[in-house]
């Protein structure tokens, strides 16, 4: 701990808190943030093992519960006067909004920029399409 001697605390400025006290408040805020990035590193991990079972999902859904589906015998054929016609299937559309132009006036915003493009790619890719749609 740092201590001060008459002279020094003679020096500081009127209404200025002692630098124990100082010291106290920096240890407190410090642990403070270790407990904040604790929290974080733990909920970044459940997430991590979220999409990790997502992944999972998708790659293989083979291996994803599969609904019940009737038994033939259970259910009568529909006929031409009970058969409802079926809708054509809807286009997605976009859930998230435009990203911000790139302007090249601030480099530190071009990796926000790319993330949003590629957040934007992964989200709403069904609705964007491909080369050839």
Known sequence: MITMNPEQREQAPQGAAAPEELMQQLLHQMIAMRTEVTDMRAENNAMRAEITTLRNQ?????????????????????????????????KPRHALGHVDKYTHENPA????????LETKLVVDGAAIGDAFA
């Open 58 to 90: 998708i790659n293989n859904p083979e291996q994803t519960p599969a609904q019940s589906t009737p038994s033939p015998q259970a259910t009568p054929e529909p006929t031409a006067s009970t058969q409802e016609p079926v809708p054509p299937p809807s």
């Open 109 to 116: 915003e071009f990796m926000p920029f790319i993330l949003g």
